[in-house]
């Protein structure tokens, strides 16, 4: 038990260390514009826009808050973005990583 605990807690400094990383060096915003720019192009953006407008119909403008918008959408959200845009960030990730030294 204290084992699984441990490697959690291991876990979450070395992300939070590699999120420190891709802070420090901007790779992190390059990365959000990257996936911004992919998610556009294969049309996710228009889908999941699409996506809300039904919602907001069935429910109703007023029946419905920001928040129930977006713990409705994001499950189809994530679902919705295409494994190759995936893979070219986890890619983009695993490159910066091997030129970093003290990670």
């Given at each position: ?13 070395m ?44 429910k ?17 959200g ?16 695993r ?9």
């Amino acid at each position: 038990m204290a084992d699984l605990q441990e490697r959690k807690l291991k876990d979450a400094q070395m992300r939070a260390t590699i999120n420190q990383k891709l802070v420090e060096t901007g790779e992190r915003e390059r990365l959000k514009e990257l996936l911004r720019a992919r998610l556009i192009e294969c049309g996710w953006r228009d889908q999941l826009k699409a996506y809300c407008k039904e919602i907001v119909q069935q429910k109703g403008l007023e029946h419905i808050t920001v928040d129930d918008l977006v713990s409705e959408i994001t499950p189809r959200g994530r679902s919705l973005v295409p494994d190759d845009v995936k893979k070219e960030l986890l890619q983009r990730i695993r490159t910066f990583l091997a030129q970093q030294s003290d990670v």
